[in-house]
C-alpha cells in the first residue's frame, strides 16, 4: 500500500497540513513519490512565512539516495535536482523570515544527543532559479538568477562547516547585491563580530576546484550621494554583462 504514489501523497499532504497548523505558516505539496528506498520526488512544494508570503516554492524536486539508507546511520544524496525554484529571504530587524522554521525544529531537550547521521552529498542541479534575499537589518539585497546550475560535491562535511566543490556550471546566471543604510541601530554593530556577513553568519569554509560561467551578468550598487563621473572608475556601481569564465 505505502508503494502507492496516491497513497504516499494523502500521507504527504497530511503531514503538511499538520505543520501548516504547529508552525501557522502554510505548508502545502501537490504530488510525493518514494522509490523503496532510493529515490523522492515531490512537485510543487509550497512553504509560506509567518505573513504569508512566499519563503520557498518548488516545482520539481528529486533526490536520489544510498539504498536502505535507514539502516547505515548514513545519508548520502547522490543526486539533487531541483526545478523552478523560488526562496525568499527577509528581514527587517533581527529575525529573518524563516527563523520560526529554525525555532520549531531545534532541540531544547537538555538530553544527550545520540550519535548522528553522517550525510553527505555528491551532485546538486539546479534549473531555474530565482533567489531574493532582503536584508533591511544590515542593508545588503541579494539577487541571484541562474537558467542552469550544475554543482559536483568532492566533500560535505557539516559538523565543521566545510564544503569542497569539485566544479560548478553556471548558465544564464544574474546576481546582484545592493548595499544600503539599514535598519540596525549603531549600537548593534559593537556587539557583533566584525566578520559577521548576512551571506556566511556560519563561517562556512567553501573551496571550489573549477568555475565555468557562460552567459554571466553581475551587478553592484551602493547607496551613496554624490554626482557619478561618466570618465572615472566608480567602485560603488559596478556593472558586468556577458560574462563567461572556464
Known amino acids: 500500500?505505502?508503494?502507492?504514489?496516491?497513497?504516499?501523497?494523502?500521507?504527504?499532504?497530511?503531514?503538511a497540513k499538520d505543520l501548516s497548523e504547529k508552525l501557522h505558516a502554510k505548508v502545502s505539496i501537490e504530488k510525493v513519490k518514494f522509490h523503496f528506498f532510493d529515490e523522492l520526488e515531490l512537485n510543487n512544494l509550497l512553504i509560506e512565512d509567518q505573513q504569508k508570503d512566499t519563503l520557498l516554492f518548488t516545482g520539481s524536486a528529486n533526490v536520489v539516495l544510498n539504498d536502505w539508507f535507514?539502516?547505515?546511520?548514513?545519508?548520502?544524496?547522490?543526486?539533487?535536482?531541483?526545478?523552478?525554484?523560488?526562496?525568499?529571504?527577509?528581514?527587517?530587524?533581527?529575525?529573518?523570515?524563516?527563523?520560526?522554521?529554525?525555532?520549531?525544529?531545534?532541540?531544547?531537550?537538555?538530553?544527550?544527543?545520540?550519535k548522528g547521521w553522517i550525510v553527505d552529498c555528491?551532485?546538486?542541479?539546479?534549473?531555474?532559479?530565482?533567489?531574493?534575499?532582503?536584508?533591511?537589518?544590515?542593508?545588503e539585497d541579494f539577487v541571484f538568477h541562474s537558467k542552469k546550475t550544475e554543482i559536483k560535491i568532492d566533500k560535505l562535511d557539516l559538523k565543521n562547516n566545510r564544503f569542497?566543490?569539485?566544479?560548478?556550471?553556471?548558465?544564464?546566471?544574474?546576481?546582484?547585491?545592493?548595499?544600503?543604510?539599514?535598519?540596525?541601530?549603531?549600537?548593534?554593530?559593537?556587539?557583533e563580530n566584525k566578520n559577521d556577513s548576512s551571506l556566511n553568519e556560519k563561517s562556512w569554509a567553501i573551496e571550489?576546484?573549477?568555475?565555468?560561467?557562460?552567459?554571466?551578468f553581475f551587478t553592484y550598487d551602493r547607496d551613496v550621494s554624490y554626482t557619478r563621473q561618466a570618465d572615472r572608475f566608480d567602485e560603488n556601481h559596478i556593472l558586468l554583462k556577458q560574462i563567461s569564465l572556464s
Request: net charge positive.
Open 70 to 114: 535507514f539502516l547505515k546511520n548514513e545519508l548520502i544524496l547522490k543526486n539533487i535536482t531541483f526545478k523552478n525554484i523560488t526562496l525568499h529571504l527577509n528581514r527587517q530587524n533581527e529575525k529573518w523570515n524563516y527563523q520560526f522554521l529554525i525555532d520549531y525544529f531545534k532541540d531544547d531537550s537538555g538530553k544527550k544527543k545520540k
Open 208 to 216: 571550489l576546484d573549477s568555475l565555468n560561467i557562460k552567459k554571466g
Open 1 to 15: 500500500m505505502l508503494q502507492i504514489p496516491a497513497i504516499q501523497t494523502k500521507i504527504a499532504q497530511k503531514l
Open 164 to 191: 569542497k566543490l569539485g566544479s560548478a556550471f553556471l548558465e544564464d546566471t544574474y546576481f546582484s547585491q545592493y548595499s544600503y543604510n539599514g535598519n540596525r541601530p549603531a549600537g548593534f554593530r559593537k556587539k
Open 122 to 139: 555528491k551532485k546538486i542541479n539546479l534549473y531555474d532559479v530565482h533567489v531574493k534575499q532582503i536584508d533591511g537589518w544590515i542593508g
